[in-house]
């Protein structure tokens, strides 16, 4: 079971939990804006905001929000001493912690449920008034529920949420309502939520039953694409969320059409067979229908194997261009043999395109080992919406704008130390 489906078990049957959430990060930190740990009223803990560094702290200030309800926003950096919780990386973050429950929280099981529409969630995270700090605006594309404490507060952070893009992070909006004070900003954490991203995987072979282990791991929604029933079923791919047996393009095509295929979705072919491989790549890489591209698209193969397949596609209109974003003979090179292996080279050609890596070797290297602020898209952000007249050009175009183009707001983080 998944920390989403825990810790929504948990809230269905009105226990409380304190969510610690890292909402700000400076130069080394272990893990991005976003990272959350939770820690249920038996004491158990589910996640991470520091990979170990800080947790115990953290852990301390959850019982103590757990009791009083009160919300806790922490810093931690370089600790001094050997006995001060902090960071020996060097970085610096920031954490939230409140307290959720079903009476104070009414929309956190649509947050983090399974089927979902995007949802962007707004919380005060500093205020002059303690009294605003926790309070938490959700907003849908169509709709808002909750109130950060003010209807004009709750109209320009809406404003702002559906009408800024960029790359998608989780950010902190300073916002000062019009005439007001330094004593009256506020500082709210602003992340989107929506379904797993997916990954897709096509062709019911040994291969795909460890790439779709790996894909579960990493955190995708997996399915199983192959049009023969025998080789595709539950025994042989018991990680895969979904098991299709139908032709991939067909299956492509629908998902594509429906809407169900987005910018983070990432697609394994594993067929080996041209009469599989070439509509479903044509299909894949072309440049026509396609509302939001894949992130990721790999076939399997010898050289050779691609060689012939690249000739298949340009003989039937496929670009150079096209031809580009097919990722070819998949994976990184890790002298992978087993199944197993060729999944790990899979999955890591998969991260490094995503967070922009090269795949190299840290060992030897002064390179930064996590993507700086700024990179990528969890770097934070910071902006002052000082008046509704300074952001008027961030509306949305009204109820049909997706509140998924809400991203990470202009301004250095450094700002703010």
């Known amino acids: 079971m998944g920390v989403r489906e825990e810790i929504r078990r948990r809230w269905l049957r009105d226990e409380a939990v304190a969510a610690a959430t890292v909402v700000r ?13 939770f820690v249920a009223e038996d004491g158990s ?31 931690f950096g370089l600790a001094n001493n050997a006995f001060e919780a902090g960071l020996t990386c060097g970085g610096t973050l920031e954490i939230f912690i409140e307290r959720i429950h079903r009476n104070s929280y009414p929309e956190f099981g649509e947050v983090v449920g399974p089927k979902r529409e995007l949802m962007v969630v707004a919380t005060t995270i500093r205020a002059g ?25 709750d109209a320009d952070v809406t404003r702002t949420v559906r009408g800024t ?11 000062r309502p019009t005439g007001g004070g330094i004593d009256d900003e506020l500082e709210i954490f602003v992340s989107a939520h929506r379904a797993q ?8 072979i040994d291969f795909a039953a460890a790439t779709a282990g790996i894909g579960a791991f990493l955190g995708y929604h997996v399915t ?51 009469k ?28 050779r194997t691609h060689a012939d397949r690249a000739a298949r596609l340009r003989e039937i209109g496929v670009t150079e261009q096209e031809l580009g974003r097919l990722r070819a003979p998949i994976g990184l090179q890790l002298g992978a043999i087993t199944p197993e292996e060729t999944a790990v080279s899979i999955a890591a050609e998969i991260i490094a395109d995503r967070g922009g890596g090269n795949g190299g070797r840290l060992t030897g290297t002064d390179a930064p080992i996590h993507p700086s602020v700024g ?43």
């Open 165 to 175: 893009r960029s790359a998608g992070g989780p950010a902190v909006l300073r916002y």
């Open 45 to 75: 803990v589910i996640g991470s905001v520091s990979g170990g560094c800080v947790e115990s702290a953290v852990y301390e200030l959850a019982l103590q929000v757990l009791t009083d309800g009160v919300p806790v926003l922490q810093r």
């Open 197 to 204: 991203a997916r990954m897709i995987v096509f062709g019911a």
């Open 129 to 153: 008034d303690p009294a605003l700090v926790g309070r938490r605006l959700i907003v849908r594309s169509c709709s808002i529920s909750g109130s950060l404490g003010s209807a004009r507060a």
């Open 276 to 303: 599989f491989d070439v509509p479903l790549l044509e299909l894949a890489l072309r440049d026509g229908g396609w509302k939001e591209r894949p992130a990721y698209v790999g076939a399997i193969g010898s050289r």
């Open 375 to 417: 990179s990528t898209q969890h770097a934070l952000r910071d902006r002052v919406a000082a008046r509704p007249t300074e952001h008027d050009a961030l509306r949305s175009g009204g109820c049909g704008q997706s509140v998924s183009s809400f991203a990470g707001l202009d301004a250095n983080p450094s700002s703010n130390t």
């Open 25 to 37: 990060t400076w130069d080394s930190a272990p893990r991005p804006p976003g990272s959350m740990m």
């Open 224 to 274: 199983v694409c192959d049009p023969r029933a025998v080789f595709a079923t539950p025994t042989r791919f018991p990680d895969a969320d979904d098991i299709v047996v139908q032709w991939p393009h067909c299956y492509l095509r629908a998902e594509r059409d429906a809407g169900r295929v987005d910018g983070r979705t990432v697609l394994v072919v594993l067929t080996h067979d041209p």
